[in-house]
């Protein structure tokens, strides 16, 4: 058959707009939103012909077919336009500050406050008491200060930023001395050594990569040192022969030489971890107590609130800060603040459980064994005898550059089935109407019930179901 005679026969636009199916989302949602779907989709199909003529393909071809063809891509791609991409999928790893997955769930008291004050105007930068111009971090300021102590606070859009606007404002043009074994790396490939440099301010590095002492910032100390810095390792473990140099340490040689201290706690903690059986993380607090002048630290990581960047301290640093140019290109969004207040608000009342990351870090064996066993036999009966399915056990990781190392003690509920891989199953649940993010193991596809709720554990089942 030739190219042009099977070319002719792809369904015009007209014709598919004439399909019940069609027409019943052209009055639901549209024309321009449809003919966009059909366009594309006998746009695809007219492609894929050339390219079989270009092969060789001279097979007979069904006009009834290219047309029903047609409209299946139309729906498909209709469906594709109309969902959003930023959306919600279900985190089955086991990784509870999952940073693909975005990170931080917000509880609930957060997203009903982003809905009441998005949803119309607020006060971001209005003082409701004196009817004047207000200042944004006013919002937080005061939770962040009885919380930890601190005399002053201030919010931007991430943690790199809070520590580029620091460096920038209190030591662009001079030297910064800190340990050579906390020239980290962070995520997406960016090192505190680029950050620094991009601030202005000279790095200094003094000591080793397993050990630093209080004598090599000493010596490195000179008329143009602006800062002492000290970076939490928050996303690896030095295992052996190491030590640092302890914020109390650095406290008393600032204050000798007249030179402030800051540190990078990287993913704060506002809370004793212990409680919840987990190691020990240095807190907010406690770095401010031993003497930092200025703290800064991640939102969304093990504070499970919003993506942000702390900057706590005290008031003559922050009110410098403030004014420099970069908090402009910095500052937060009202969405940001209204879900950090909220979260900041359960602090304060003294309930961190209530904070799903928390929650999910304290989960108990006796809660993951239950939850376990009812999305197993859920599991059970939706792949109706195509496979086993099995409660297994396991171990979760904290993620998102937090407590590295540690292995969490989980249960997993395995899926192996007859006709359809890991891989594949994996690959057809991401494509799902509500994507369900798992891990293979062992050539076992696994569901982690630590970072899934009891909705995931019925939703999860559900998509497994509609993929089969």
Known sequence: MERNEVLRKLPKVSELLNEASIKALEEKYGRLAVLKAIRRSIDEIRCSLEKAFEKGFSNNICEE????????????????????????????????????????????????????????????????????????????????????????????????????????????????????????????????????????????????????????YERAINENTALLLKVHTSNFKFIGFWSEVKIRELKSLGLKYGIPVMEDLGSGVLVDLTKFGLPPEPTVQESLEEGADIVTFSGDKLLGGPQAGIILGKREFIEKIKRHPLTRALRVDKLTLCALEAVLKIYSSGEPERIPVIRMLMKSPQEMEKHARRLAAELQRTIQGKGTVEVIDDVSQVGGGSLPGVELPTKAVSIQLREVGPDELARRLRMARIPVIGRIKKDRFLLDVRTMTEEDLKTASEMVGSVL
């Open 65 to 216: 077919e290219l047309k029903k063809e047609a409209l299946e891509r139309a729906l498909e791609l209709f469906e594709k336009y109309r969902t959003y991409n930023l959306r919600k999928v279900i985190n089955a790893t086991g990784v509870v500050l999952h940073t693909n997955l975005g990170r931080a769930p917000l509880p609930e008291e957060a997203l009903k406050n982003i809905l009441e004050v998005a949803s119309g105007y607020s006060n971001l930068e209005y003082d409701l008491d004196e009817g004047t111009r207000g200042e944004r971090y006013a919002h937080v300021r005061e939770l962040l200060c009885e919380i930890t102590g601190a005399e002053d606070a201030m919010v931007v859009n991430n943690n790199a930023g809070a520590v580029l606007l620091v460096l920038s404002a209190l030591a662009a043009g001079r030297e910064v001395i800190i340990s050579r074994g906390q020239l980290v790396e962070i995520g997406g490939s960016f090192r505190v050594p680029e950050v620094m440099a991009q601030s202005g301010a000279r790095l200094v590095e003094v000591g080793t990569t397993n050990k630093t002492h209080i004598a090599d």
